[in-house]
């Protein structure tokens, strides 16, 4: 504690804060300090210039070919003034890249984000986010059963319509393929028998799985309404409706795999999901749990920042540590669990406990 203190008046000082500035060893440190300073200030404003971007269709636009401000006007329904302040605004932030004098193409940001359908679709219904946090206490203080933008949106129940299990199921479908991914890179699942997608929406990771894993059999356990809006899965997928908790699971799979379901939900909840799979599964059987953690190292943001307001603005759930998560499994009644490293753990982190 003295440390910090020590440490935090240090770095308060004016003085201190001058003298690294003007020495060359400190000078790169402090200036990459007060950057990210200044990122966390202006931070809401890089984002909502990513969604007007997304919105209008700015990076589809860009990729298609060099365009000057007067183009993207005039596609977009934007002034050109308003234009140009967009376009250079997303240069700034690497999602446009002016190669010649108004000439505009993407930029590597704007390259990689355009090719990724998933986090765009996230861009997308960030709008939502953005509402429930325009003020942040407000949503702190208030009661967490009072609805929220999110709230409504996440509407899990066996009574949910099909229109709003369809939504969500295809925002959460759009993302699946880089979570599938890490799984697929940290965990051999062929060397399962029977693998059972537990909450696994319209199936976007056991197709991911399937062409992996040739002679895993493959079931998806999930809401009636959002297994009733399932189309494309192979044959060998069987279908479970149900809801984990009012319905037993399912028996005789080897493997359950729990893909971005357990931070959806409070903790007396979690021990319910964890408590029937324990049931479920049989001895030396394997749950896979998939999701992005809290505590990662290098993804620290994304655990308690992001998905920490995200899942309070839902009204249900927190980002947890593996370590938690390890606890929890234990009072399940799971044996020995591990931690798998994955390519990139700011999409997912894996844990894998047997029974
Ligand atoms: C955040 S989505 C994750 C979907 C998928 N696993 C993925 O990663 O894309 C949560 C899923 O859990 C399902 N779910 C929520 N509550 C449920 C319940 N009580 N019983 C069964 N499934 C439920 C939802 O319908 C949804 O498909």
Redesign the pocket.
């Known amino acids: 504690m003295r440390w910090t203190q020590w440490r935090n008046s240090v770095l308060s000082s004016p003085v201190f804060q001058q003298w690294a500035a003007r020495l060359p060893i400190f000078a790169s440190v402090s200036r990459r300090r007060a950057s990210s300073a200044f990122d966390l200030v202006a931070g809401f404003s890089y984002s909502q210039v990513l969604f007007a971007a997304v919105q209008v269709g700015l990076l589809d636009l860009l990729d298609v070919g060099p365009c000057d401000a007067g183009e993207i006007a005039r596609s977009t329904g934007l002034s050109r003034d308003a234009a140009t302040r967009l376009l250079r605004a997303a240069a700034a932030l690497r999602l446009a890249e002016e190669v010649a004098p108004d000439c505009w193409m993407l930029g590597q940001q704007g390259a990689a984000l355009r090719s990724n359908p998933g986090a765009l679709a996230m861009v997308r219904h960030h709008a939502l986010l953005y509402e429930d946090l325009a003020d942040p206490l407000k949503l702190l203080r208030q009661d967490r059963s009072l609805p929220t933008a999110l709230s409504s949106f996440w509407h899990?129940t066996t009574e949910t319509d099909r229109k709003t299990?369809d939504r969500?199921?295809t925002l959460?479908?759009a993302s699946?393929e880089m979570?599938a991914r890490q799984a697929l890179s940290a965990y051999r699942f062929d060397r399962h028998r029977k693998l059972l997608?537990v909450?696994?929406?319209h199936g976007?990771?056991v197709n991911a799985v399937a062409p992996a894993c040739p002679s895993l059999e493959l079931g998806i356990?999930?809401?009636p309404p959002?297994l009733a809006g399932i189309t494309g899965v192979p044959d060998r997928v069987a279908l479970h409706p149900?809801?984990?908790?009012a319905d037993r699971l399912p028996t005789g799979y080897d493997c359950i795999t729990l893909?971005?379901?357990l931070h959806?939900h409070d903790d007396d909840r979690c021990m319910q999901i964890l408590r029937a799979i324990r049931e479920a599964l049989p001895p030396g059987g394997r749950l896979v749990i998939a999701e992005p953690m809290a505590g990662t190292p290098g993804a620290e943001a994304m655990g308690d920042a992001y998905f920490g307001l995200y899942l309070w603005a839902m009204n249900s759930g927190r980002p947890r540590t593996p370590a938690e998560y390890g606890d929890m499994l234990q009072a399940a009644g799971f044996g020995r669990w591990q931690r798998k490293r994955t390519p990139m753990p700011v999409i997912a982190t894996l844990i894998v406990s047997s029974c």
């Not at 149900?242 to 908790?245: I, Q, R, V």
């Open positions: 899990y299990a969500y199921s959460m479908a699946q979570v997608d909450g696994g929406g976007a990771f356990f999930d809401l959002v149900g809801d984990f908790f893909v971005r379901i959806d």
